[in-house]
């Protein structure tokens, strides 16, 4: 006859639901803060855990109290779980592969580098990133008359403002385009 006392199965899967939900936040929180994918790539991995521990809980309670349809039912809601847990990690990674950044980063860096009164204007801003680190390439314009070792000077000084403004950059490499002076600059 169905019952509804719960079984170690069921006790085990309840169980697990709220460590890995524990796990989960605590994980996802410090992976956060560090910046580090890796920790966040195991925090996702702690929540689908959450979701099929909890798929499992209702399967076999569901089995145990008349309804076995639960349980294959069960086993498809975990497959679902898998394979849509496994879409973001992918998207994220084909994104590193390709360069890509959140144009709010970018924006950013350029907002760090127009501040510069010398700098003209930001021409382009590119962001690789390195597991939980940024490598940024800026070019900037700056006035074409001026002399090598300024223009220079200028690079180092956005260089290291972008270092220190903007989180998680561990290098910048700044090129220099020479631009128009401003018409005040030109009499």
């Known amino acids: 006859p169905p019952t509804l006392h719960p079984s170690r199965g069921t006790w ?14 605590y994980t996802r ?65 084909f994104g590193v592969l390709m360069d890509e950044s959140s ?31 940024h490598v940024i390439d800026l070019e900037i314009s700056v006035n074409g008359a001026l002399r090598l070792t300024d223009a220079h000077t200028i690079a180092h000084r956005v260089s290291d403002r972008v270092l220190a403004e903007v989180e998680h950059v561990r290098e910048v490499k700044v090129h220099v385009n020479p631009g128009e002076a401003p018409a005040a600059e030109q009499s």
């Open 103 to 133: 144009p709010e980063l970018a924006e950013a860096i350029a907002a760090v580098a127009r501040r510069d009164p010398d700098v003209l204007g930001v021409d382009k801003v590119g962001v690789h990133t390195l597991g939980a680190y």
């Open 12 to 25: 085990a899967a309840l169980g697990t639901v709220f460590v890995k939900e524990a796990l989960y936040r």
């Open 29 to 93: 929180r410090v992976g956060e803060a560090l910046n580090a994918p890796s920790l966040l790539a195991s925090a996702r991995d702690h929540r689908g855990d959450v979701l099929a521990s909890s798929a499992v809980f209702l399967g076999v309670l569901g089995a145990r109290a008349g309804m076995p349809w639960l349980d294959p039912l069960a086993a498809v809601l975990i497959g679902v779980t898998i394979m849509g847990l496994a879409v973001k990690p992918l998207r994220e990674n």
